[in-house]
């Protein structure tokens, strides 16, 4: 199992952008998504988390600026973030638990490599 993101930047405060994260590989089924960051000298953090149904959850410190999204048919979960901050540059990270095999009842915890957001004020 592979997690892509893609989407980060450099972009002025107050702009947006778009990250994409894409499952492959052996995804029978997919369960949460999520997307976390790290800035540095600080811990990750989770930004927004999306259940299979469609539910989500969200950082206090991103609600009403970002929107956490899937395309299940795709394998893809999406972080749609605006009015951006300076306090949000960081790396972003993708998460999924995804269920390898119709043979498993459990989920397995992957992770994306990571793409930059760098917001300049």
């Known amino acids: 199992v592979q997690l892509q993101a893609s989407g980060g930047g450099l972009v002025q405060a107050g702009g947006s952008l778009r990250l994409s994260c894409t499952a492959s590989g052996s995804t029978f089924s997919i369960n949460d998504m999520a997307w976390h960051r790290q800035a540095p000298g600080k811990q990750r953090e989770l930004v927004a988390r999306?259940?299979?149904?469609?539910?989500?959850e969200y950082a206090d410190s991103v609600k009403g600026r970002f929107t956490i999204s899937r395309d299940r048919g795709k394998n893809t979960v999406y972080l749609q973030m605006n009015s951006l901050k300076p306090e949000d540059t960081a790396v972003y990270y993708c998460s999924a638990d995804i269920v390898t095999s119709s043979l498993f009842t459990y989920s397995n915890n992957f992770w994306g490599q990571g793409t930059q957001v760098t917001v300049s004020s």
């Open positions: 999306i259940t299979r149904a469609g539910s989500s």
